[in-house]
């Protein structure tokens, strides 16, 4: 019995090396994330609006059938980044036109309506995603996140983070290119 | 020239290594005292080659030597002469030739001090640990040599990561590869003792102030890294479950469990191969910690510049070192004769639930970690991470039962203990913990359930270990000068077990405070805004554009008041660095120890009419937080008294001389 007892540890030390080795794989980076979503069709849901908020709220099929790519950004009153974020949104909305759809992740309404009312209300609707359920479906890893989806509800591009500061913005205002969304040269 | 120097220098550091890791546990072998006595001389000299190869990366920081590639990459010739100095250590080069060095001083230690040790067990332990020193120089001049020069050299260098230059941070990694490392000699004393096949507790006496020496480095050192994210990175927190953070934790609480069944091996002859098995593994996670941060295996905030042939290299030093000593555990463990029984209810049973909590705890920081990497393999890609709610929902439940069995423990006396003689001393303690805890519920207002249970077990660890050794030296039950006497008498590491004891209590209350009754603001500030928070009543004067030595800044001014009354003003600013192309924050803080008021500011990301000449505003009340800090301090105190203690330090005697029973019990 002492016997075999004395090699686990040696069997669990094994276990965790196989592990390593695999995880050297040098085409391998922990710090990109990748979306399933990407190209495919934005998940089936139907998200009531804001209590106490006058913006209607989000279901699958507002997403499609725009004129235009529309953008789908996920936030929340608590989430500092948010809030950098917020001017750069609203600029997208007043100055390219964009479309802006918002879904409140875990917030309580009331919280969200002092902050949108703080801050200024860009989203065309907003869905309120009290049990963070939507946020599962879309595959979030944190807030924000912001996508761009097609006429036709396909997810054409996930943002992880804030578009904040410059580089972020760039990619972002590049995807929206690619997507159609905006045309090549419009400036913000 | 100097780096050339430098080189060489590690080339015949490495040489000596080779011959210590032969010829010594020959010589034990064979009963040649010559060639076991040949480890003295070698280690030093390790050690010395090793410092020359240190001080020689050292100097060419210190005189911006921009041949050096190193320096290039990680110093700058406008840098403070402090931060050049820590330069040294703030590469991956630079660190692992730290890591050497401490590698071969512990070595050097041993041979310098263990004159009380058997020889063939030192010849031994020096061996094994020449083994460690030449897997770590090998790796160093194969894959990260420090002294690789570049052609031609630039003007100036690229700085080294200005979050980096501070002086706590400077201070941190030298402690914590103290401790990591430290753990190394108490390995090499495992293996060493399992390749002689002996353990008992006269090995376990020898062990034990290493252990000490190790565990007090780390101690200092974590809490040193998380005082430098408290202050430094502005996010108002002290511990980020980061799986950086994480690995040079999991060496802790290993280390913490070896201490304590070390104890048992010590005083009872018991625990033996549990006790070696942790020394193993204690440095096993070292290593870990090691391969985890310099291959990139895990994304982290600390993660050195990543290259898969050095992550390749370690994996296959941990698979020799930890593979090959479990290997030899497995074989020779069932062979150790067990030792002195007892009863459920008695010391070792303490301890044994000591070492059992421990360890779960550390499995559950390991699973968690490595988590994310385990999925990724079973699912074939999908990624995920393990955040602080996984480990503050499973870590904490582990260590409150331990707080409890702490408070209990010491009145618990070696192989059966009286359980209702000690619970009716122990019922005074129950009643303060109580009350103490009903009037924070008081004055609080409310808060969690669970914050109030973990604080009642904080008030109870905290009295029982100040009845206890109020009990030991009899106070307020004989005359004073009595109790002076008897806290003489009291051997030293009793007192030390007290201090370090009471001081996670006081950690406690630091964690607890600053976790329940934290409040927190971020808000958009102009000149004139007024914030209220933690009873304090803030207000924002405005910002100036300041210069410092190789950054410049925006600089806040907050002026707090309490109830109308001036208090002091708080100056947060927002660092940029030129040269590096990095900004920082420096947060301003007033610390009492009721609580720290923690301020720092940001512009507002977008700048549009609402936004327009604000600032974004960060303030944190965090009550309590510096009993941290507090409690850390007497930790490593109490870990240095107990070091201290005569039995430890002198005479620790030859295997004759320590028959268990002549010990009294403590």
Known sequence: MGRILAFIPLAIAAIFGGFFLWGLNPDRDPNNIPSVLISQPAPEFDLAAVDGLETPGLSRADLVGNPRPVIVNVFASWCVPCRAEHGVLTQMVEKDGLTLFGINYKDKPEDATKWLAELGNPYERIGSDLSGRVGIEWGLSGVPETFIVGSDGTVLFRYVGPVVGETAISTFREALIQAGALARGQNG | MTPEIGHFALALALAMALVQSVLPILGAGRGNILWMQSARWSSFGQVFFVGIAFLALMQAFVTSDFTVKNVVENSNSLKPMLFKVAGTWGSHEGSLLLWTLILTVFGAAVALFGSNIPLSLK???????????????????????????????????????????????AMHPPLLYFGYVGFSIVFSFAVAALIEGRVDAAWAR?????????????????????????????????????????????????????????????????FKSWTILLAILTFSLSLLGTFIVRSGLLTSVHAFAVDPERGLYILGLLAVSIGGSLALFAWRAPTMEPGGLFKPISREAGLLVNNLLLATATGIVLFGTLYPLFYEAATGGEKLSVGPPFFNASFIPVMLPL?????????????????????????????LAVLATLVTWYLAEGGPVLGYLSLM????LFFSTLREW??????FEAPFPESVRRARNLPRSSHGMTLAHAGLAMAMFGFIGSTVWKSEEIIFVRPGTEVSIGGFDVTFEGAERVRGPNYFADRGTLRVAREGNYVTDLFPERRTYPVAQTTTTESAIRSTMAGDLYASIANPAAEDESTQGAWTLRILYEPLVNFIWIGSAMLVLGGGLSLSDRRLRVGAPRRKATAPAALPAE
Do not use: C
């Not at chain 2, 890294?225 to 950086?244: H, I, K, N, Q, T």
């Not at chain 2, 707080?403 to 009643?431: E, I, N, T």
């Not at chain 2, 077990?457 to 109870?460: E, H, Q, S, Y």
């Open chain 2, 206 to 270: 020898w062990v034990r102030p290493w252990t000490l020496a190790a565990w007090m480095s780390l101690t200092a050192g974590i809490a040193l890294g998380s005082w430098w994210a408290y202050y430094e990175l502005g996010w108002g927190g002290w511990w980020f479950w980061d799986p950086v953070e994480n690995v040079s934790f999991m060496p802790w609480l290993m280390g913490t469990a070896l201490l304590h069944s070390a104890i048992v091996t010590e005083k009872r002859d018991a």
């Open chain 2, 457 to 460: 077990l904080a008030f109870w």
């Open chain 2, 123 to 169: 010849a031994r332990t020096l061996s094994v640990q020449a083994w460690i020193s030449v897997g770590f120089l090998t790796f160093m001049l194969l894959t990260s040599n420090p002294f690789d020069r570049v052609f031609p050299p630039p003007d100036d260098g690229q700085d080294l990561n200005p979050l980096l230059q501070d002086v706590g941070l």
């Open chain 2, 403 to 431: 707080v409890f069995a702490m408070g209990l423990g010491p009145y618990l006396s070696w192989k059966r203990a009286d359980l209702a003689g000690v619970l009716q001393r122990l019922r005074f303690v129950v009643v």
């Open chain 2, 470 to 475: 109020a009990m030991r030296i009899k106070l």
